[in-house]
């Protein structure tokens, strides 16, 4: 599924459009931002033109409450568990409020908490095919795959790695994620001798980072040393714009103001190292 990406420009997402790329973004630990880090991703996909499908993999489906989609038609990703025919998948599938009828689209698998009946400790290895099944109905589809994961090693979690090329880290400096980005890292590890060997770590997003906080500048250390290169840059740090882009339903890249072109900056970037380096 790995796309032909060129290099960036350090500022700016510079793409060639190959094979849709599926990426996971997650974190074993949560209350981390990982839904905005999706958010933030998925607008700068947006903001180059990519073809993006955001999947609500979540039960506590806040990606779907963000994109503030229009009509599920009843359809869901538990629906596309429980039933992987192109015609379920499609009916799940729908289009964002961010896009409107001229612009490039942004659709969404629906999230649902009824997903989390999926959510077992041992799923078995047609479970966890599931979604990759799935996807091979529409992935042409998309040159981008966003799947929003929950915060657990359990069933959706490797169901959403099984189906990734990669997976992105969200960690913010503290010493509870410093913990569960190592035992993210065993876990891919894991996945890889298990189920996909193609699987790749896109890299270490550091979050909600407050430069005036002697203990995330410690745990900003203590991540370096133990994590090196899987920690992706820019950080981001902690602020109120992104919340509020993130709660008005609204893109990062066209929210106002020099703060929100900032990220807008720092999420390019971001995308860029995630699509391009397969060395992880």
């Known amino acids: 599924m790995i796309g032909a990406i060129e290099a960036p420009n350090p500022d700016y997402l510079t793409t060639k459009v190959g094979l849709v790329q599926v990426i996971s973004v997650s974190s074993l630990k949560g209350g981390v931002g990982k839904t905005t880090v999706t958010l933030g991703l998925a607008s700068a996909a947006f903001a180059k033109g990519l073809r993006t499908l955001v999947i609500d993999m ?5 990606v779907s409450a ?16 429980t039933n992987t025919s192109g015609s379920i998948v499609r009916q799940a599938v729908v289009p964002s409020s961010w896009t409107g009828q001229n612009d490039i689209p942004v659709h969404i698998m629906m999230g649902s908490p009824t997903v989390s009946a ?42 959403a790695w099984t189906a990734a090329d990669g997976v992105v880290i969200v960690a913010e400096p503290g010493l509870f994620s410093v913990t569960a980005v190592h035992r993210t890292l065993l876990a891919l590890q894991a996945m890889r001798l298990k189920m996909s060997p193609r699987l790749r770590t896109a890299g270490v997003i550091i979050n909600r980072l407050r430069r005036d906080n002697p203990e995330h500048e410690f745990r900003l250390q203590e991540m370096g040393d133990l994590f090196g290169d899987h920690i992706l840059d820019p950080m981001l740090e902690e602020t109120i714009t992104l919340q509020r882009a993130t709660g008005a339903a609204t893109p990062i890249h066209r929210w106002p103001g ?15 190292q995630i699509l391009t380096d397969g060395r992880r």
Request: glycine residues 2%; charged residues 20%.
């Open 118 to 159: 999926h959510d077992t400790p041992t799923p078995t290895k047609h479970d966890l095919w599931k979604l990759e099944e799935a996807l091979a109905s529409i992935e042409a589809q998309y040159d981008l795959v966003l799947i929003d994961c929950p915060p657990s090693f359990n069933a959706l979690t490797q169901t």
């Open 66 to 81: 963000a994109l503030a989609s229009r009509s599920s038609h009843g359809y869901s990703v538990e629906s596309v568990l």
């Open 58 to 62: 979540d039960p506590q489906s806040d």
């Open 258 to 272: 020099d703060v929100a072109q900032n990220i807008s900056r720092q999420f390019d970037r971001l995308l860029v």
